[in-house]
């Protein structure tokens, strides 16, 4: 039988600046999209009439909008002799995060369809499918570290590494809806590009790279602002909200022990430690 299977991380921004609104209604942003290893599982295999399961956590929403099966019809329209499939999703990414999972599951079937029905579409050609399901959707076709751009599905280099350090990834298991996030932020023109932030030392980071997403979500909920404190009191060089929120992520020198995690537990919030690529 054919199929194949895929693991779809997330992904973290580092810094986020929300720099005007577009006519289309959407926003310009300039934010560096960094993978992690929290990731979601997707099986596809070859059956009779094209359907979708999943298991994990709860995601909202009939299953005819499941991000896997949009990104299976979207290339369905132009290869219409694409065989039927069965999409089956192991949800492990917290939904309304910040975290793009969606976004990930959605390019990882548009790349796993690709390699599987050997479709011939090199990256560019994945990404011009991807932008059209999500504005975050684009950034995994790649999938590494780089500067993104007006709706955030431009991409340029940006020469970051933080291959080894260490990350923790906390969830406060409150969900917040991206486009209302978006109407919370008034754009603004940033004093300093955030690729010129990123080239200075990790250590300065915490005074200069911002996410403007941050202050009106830390306003509603102020676990955000704890979760950073917590964060640096466990010895992050730099923490942060990620993307509209609400989870938090401080990146470390040195990995963190087992009560770290438990502390982040106790309070019921999800949590995912590991080491950066
Ligand atoms: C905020 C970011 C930052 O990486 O990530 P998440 O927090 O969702 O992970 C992204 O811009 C989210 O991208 P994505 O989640 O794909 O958003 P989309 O589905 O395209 O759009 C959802 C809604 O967000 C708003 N939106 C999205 C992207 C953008 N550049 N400007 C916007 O104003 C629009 O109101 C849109 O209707
Ligand atoms: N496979 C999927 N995984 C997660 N969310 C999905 C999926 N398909 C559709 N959605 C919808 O996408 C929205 C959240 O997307 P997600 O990328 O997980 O969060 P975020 O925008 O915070 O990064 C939710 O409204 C959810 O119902």
Same mark, same amino acid.
């Given at each position: 039988m054919q199929k194949i299977s895929l693991r779809a991380n997330a992904k973290i921004n580092i810094g986020l600046h929300i720099t005007a609104k577009r006519p289309d209604g959407y926003h310009d942003i300039e934010s560096c999209f960094y993978p992690v290893g929290w990731a979601d599982e997707i099986q596809i295999s070859v059956v009779e009439q094209t359907t979708f399961s999943y298991e994990g956590l709860p995601i909202q929403g009939a299953t005819a909008d499941n991000l896997c099966l949009k990104a299976y019809y979207s290339l369905k329209k132009d290869f219409p002799a694409l065989p039927d499939v069965h999409i089956h999703l192991v949800k492990n990414v917290p939904i309304g $995060?910040?975290?793009g999972g969606g976004s990930s599951d959605a390019a990882f079937t548009l790349k796993g369809l690709n390699q599987l029905f050997n479709l011939g579409l090199n990256n560019s050609q994945l990404e011009d499918y991807a932008r059209k399901l999500g504005?975050?959707? $684009? #950034? #995994?076709?790649?999938?590494?570290p780089t500067l993104a751009t007006e709706k955030g599905d431009v991409f340029s280099p940006l020469g970051l590494s933080l291959a080894g350090k260490y990350i923790v990834i906390v969830y406060p298991s409150l969900h917040v809806s991206t486009a209302e996030a978006y109407s919370g932020v008034k754009p603004t023109q940033p004093a300093t590009a955030l690729d010129v932030l990123l080239k $200075?030392?990790?250590?300065?980071?915490?005074?200069t790279v911002q996410n403007d997403f941050e202050g009106s979500v830390a306003a509603k909920y102020s676990q955000i602002t704890d979760l950073k404190t917590d964060l640096y009191g466990f010895g992050a060089a730099y923490a942060s909200m990620t993307g509209s929120g609400s989870a938090v992520f401080g990146i470390l020198e040195k990995s963190v022990n087992d009560s770290v995690l438990a502390h982040f537990e106790q309070k019921q919030y999800s949590v995912w430690a590991g080491i950066l690529e």
């Open positions: $995060a910040g975290m504005s975050d959707c $684009a #950034f #995994f076709v790649e999938n590494k $200075a030392p990790l250590e300065t980071w915490r005074e």
